[in-house]
């Protein structure tokens, strides 16, 4: 299915988010996730599915002010 | 000490870890500057590059207190999860809450603000609000549960130092006991230690030192100036008066005309 992660998109085989995670290259990455909008807890990755069109979030540390 | 939600810290200087020009100037200015506490932000992750990745290893392994940001937030929805992206991923409750309403100023949206700040307190969240000296506004804040407030000083990145003075200090003698934290717009030392004289518990600074031209002096001239201000803040400062009073004693001046 296509995806889009931070944006861009993507095509993706994982059914899930961590899977997804995992295949986009984030696995053991410190990163904090949001699916359409809804942010969805580390723990909760495993159960939450995703579908077509989906818009990920996939956010770290970074710079700031 | 500097008390801010239970926690002590010794600097009154807390640094932003924004637009350095290298992660090692980075590094060496924070130490330099003494900052227990710095500010850091979220944003998205490339899974080839993983760049945020090596920048939480750097910020890791200085030792410091992190307060995650939610800068560049416009509305209070992204906002709040922001704040829940940022407890997860730096594994505290403390947040900086900008919700910015205006791009030429980065004035806070100060409605949205208090609205974020409502759903973010009963969550448990122990938030800085980044607001003007507005009294209404700040008031409206502690009572939402924050229980320490960020005014501006200026623009955020303008380096205009404290605009309002009045506003300030009217902020400053109308909540006494409240922890404030100067934030934005402070471009020299002489700002902070204005700040700090003023009464203020500390200052924010990010863009005056990262932006310098050697940053890591400036972050120690900024950790001289607060720690100045802070001085002189205790020792209370003279109330200025309008005609001049001579220092020197008048009683047994030479008559030698």
């Known amino acids: 299915m296509r995806i889009l992660v931070n944006g861009a998109s993507h095509e993706v085989g994982a059914a899930d988010l961590a899977a997804a995670l995992e295949e986009l290259g984030y696995g053991g990455a410190v990163v904090a996730t949001a699916v359409n909008g809804e942010f969805v807890p580390a723990a909760q990755r495993r159960t939450a599915r995703i579908a077509d069109g989906d818009r990920i979030e996939v956010l770290a540390p970074m710079q700031g002010g | 000490m500097l008390r801010m939600y239970e926690t002590e810290l010794r600097s009154r200087l807390l640094l932003g870890t924004a637009r350095y020009p290298s992660p090692s100037i980075l590094t060496e200015a924070v ?73 030429e100023t980065l004035q ?82 002489s700002h902070a230690a204005q700040a700090l004289e003023l009464g203020f518990d500390a200052v924010l600074i990010n863009t005056a030192v990262a932006q310098a031209r050697d940053p890591v002096a400036m972050a120690c001239a900024f950790a ?4 100045a201000g802070r001085a002189a803040y205790e020792a209370g400062p003279m109330e200025p008066r309008d005609l001049a009073v001579p220092s020197t004693p008048v009683i047994g001046t030479a008559f030698l005309a």
């Open chain 2, 224 to 227: 001289q100036a607060v720690a």
């Open chain 2, 108 to 189: 806070p949206d100060v409605f949205g603000l208090l609205d974020a700040a409502r759903i973010l307190c009963q969550e448990g969240f122990e938030v800085f609000p980044y607001t003007t000296e507005d009294l209404i506004v700040a008031e409206r804040l502690l009572e939402a549960g924050c229980r320490v407030l960020m005014p501006w000083g200026s623009p955020i990145g303008s380096g205009r130092g404290l605009n309002n003075l009045f506003g300030l200090k009217a902020l400053r003698a109308r909540f006494p006991a409240v922890p404030m934290v100067v934030d934005a717009g402070i471009g020299v030392p």
């Open chain 2, 31 to 103: 130490k330099a500057s003494g900052a227990q506490l710095v500010t850091v932000s979220l944003r998205r992750e490339s899974g080839g590059e993983r760049a945020g990745q090596g920048f939480w290893s750097i910020i890791r392994d200085l030792g410091v207190r992190v307060l995650p940001n939610t800068a560049g937030c416009h509305s209070v929805k992204e906002a709040v999860t922001t704040a829940h992206m940022g407890r997860e991923v730096f594994g505290t409750s403390w947040v900086k809450l900008e919700v910015i309403g205006e791009e």
